[in-house]
């Protein structure tokens, strides 16, 4: 390109199509394409006897061809409004990039409900009536697939621009994405989520090489990998959320409301996606981070009148 006969991490800048331009520039179009698919049941019990509840499971696929970082993680961060869809290793080829959406969940069920509490409806006491009338108890209860993630080599694609955060990394030889996966529970994995040895680094050309058999290398420099995006799956989610509340009527028209909240109940260590790049082996594979905080309790007292 523009009259150049090798490739190298040197004259990188004088391969774009544009001269002058630098290798790495962002551009913003509307060609991505996506398809969502669901299967989703509902069970619902109206107030009876005091109870209520309402139970929701979508068996899902959202799959896409870039990466949605309108409120997905990319990157180890959120919300890029800016960058909008982001493709990885190779921008002409968008279509080698189809995957299940970042923000795909397979399995989702949430449960919520409320039971009224019986008092003693039988005591002469008044205070007994006061105290123990008007208690109840709401809960929502959310079990869902984990996020899906790519692995990445921050190192790759050198021959192409400056190293960035969206090339991939390559299979060992001889690996399959099913030696990825290691079993037990994922807080006996943070250390090594999945089996890192199934992921080595994209591609380094030597000086002297050649690119798909036909662009001499200069200087040597890396290529991009050849994994896909989204190719494994974190940690699932499992939240338990509850809150007790005491109405104690004053008057006719004023209440005493008192509310005691507690989030992540049973305490559950909810791990975030592990680190994902093969050119940091200090981190990858490991997970240093969690989507909900421990448990959390809180009370309010309220007068409404």
Same mark, same amino acid.
């Given at each position: 390109?523009?009259?150049?006969?090798?490739?190298?991490?040197?004259?990188?800048?004088?391969?774009?199509?544009?001269?002058?331009?630098?290798?790495?520039?962002?551009?913003?179009?509307?060609?991505?394409?996506?398809?969502?698919?669901?299967?989703?049941?509902?069970?619902?019990?109206?107030?009876?006897?005091?109870?209520?509840?309402?139970?929701?499971?979508?068996?899902?696929?959202?799959?896409?061809?870039?990466?949605?970082?309108?409120?997905?993680?990319?990157?180890?961060?959120?919300?890029?409004?800016?960058?909008?869809?982001?493709?990885?290793?190779?921008?002409?080829?968008?279509?080698?990039?189809?995957?299940?959406?970042?923000?795909?969940?397979?399995?989702?069920?949430?449960?919520?409900?409320?039971?009224?509490?019986?008092?003693?409806?039988?005591?002469?006491?008044?205070?007994?009536?006061?105290?123990?009338?008007?208690?109840?108890?709401?809960?929502?209860?959310?079990?869902?697939?984990? *996020?899906?993630?790519? &692995? #990445?080599? $921050?190192?790759?694609?050198?021959? =192409?621009?400056? @190293?960035?955060?969206? !090339? /991939?990394?390559?299979?060992?030889?001889?690996?399959?994405?099913?030696?990825?996966?290691?079993?037990?529970?994922?807080?006996?994995?943070?250390?090594?989520?999945?089996?890192?040895?199934?992921?080595?680094?994209?591609?380094?050309?030597?000086?002297?090489?050649?690119?798909?058999?036909?662009?001499?290398?200069?200087?040597?420099?890396?290529?991009?990998?050849? *994994?896909?995006?989204? &190719? #494994?799956? $974190?940690?699932?989610?499992?939240? =338990?959320?509850? @809150?007790?509340?005491? !109405? /104690?009527?004053?008057?006719?028209?004023?209440?005493?409301?008192?509310?005691?909240?507690?989030?992540?109940?049973?305490?559950?260590?909810?791990?975030?996606?592990?680190?994902?790049?093969?050119?940091?082996?200090?981190?990858?594979?490991?997970?240093?981070?969690?989507?909900?905080?421990?448990?959390?309790?809180?009370?309010?007292?309220?007068?409404?009148?």
């Amino acid at each position: 390109m523009n009259e150049l006969t090798s490739n190298s991490v040197a004259n990188a800048p004088e391969r774009v199509p544009f001269v002058g331009l630098s290798p790495l520039i962002f551009r913003l179009e509307s060609s991505g394409n996506a398809i969502y698919n669901s299967l989703q049941a509902t069970l619902k019990k109206d107030m009876s006897h005091g109870l209520q509840f309402l139970a929701a499971y979508t068996f899902s696929k959202s799959i896409d061809d870039a990466g949605d970082s309108l409120g997905a993680a990319i990157g180890g961060s959120f919300g890029r409004p800016i960058f909008g869809e982001l493709v990885y290793n190779d921008q002409n080829n968008v279509a080698a990039q189809r995957s299940v959406s970042d923000f795909d969940r397979e399995h989702r069920f949430v449960i919520n409900g409320t039971w009224n509490v019986p008092g003693p409806e039988h005591a002469t006491s008044a205070a007994v009536q006061k105290l123990g009338n008007g208690w109840s108890i709401s809960y929502i209860v959310t079990l869902q697939s984990g *996020l899906p993630f790519s &692995i #990445l080599d $921050g190192a790759a694609g050198t021959l =192409f621009g400056p @190293a960035t955060t969206y !090339t /991939t990394a390559d299979l060992a030889v001889g690996a399959t994405l099913k030696d990825a996966r290691r079993g037990g529970s994922v807080s006996g994995r943070v250390n090594e989520f999945f089996n890192t040895k199934t992921f080595v680094p994209a591609p380094f050309v030597p000086d002297g090489g050649i690119i798909d058999g036909k662009y001499p290398v200069a200087g040597g420099g890396t290529i991009f990998g050849d *994994l896909g995006r989204n &190719i #494994l799956r $974190g940690p699932d989610q499992q939240d =338990f959320d509850m @809150a007790v509340i005491k !109405t /104690t009527p004053l008057t006719e028209r004023v209440k005493l409301i008192f509310r005691w909240e507690i989030f992540n109940l049973l305490n559950r260590p909810n791990f975030a996606n592990p680190s994902d790049d093969v050119s940091t082996p200090s981190t990858f594979g490991v997970i240093s981070a969690l989507t909900v905080n421990p448990r959390i309790m809180q009370y309010a007292l309220k007068l409404e009148f």
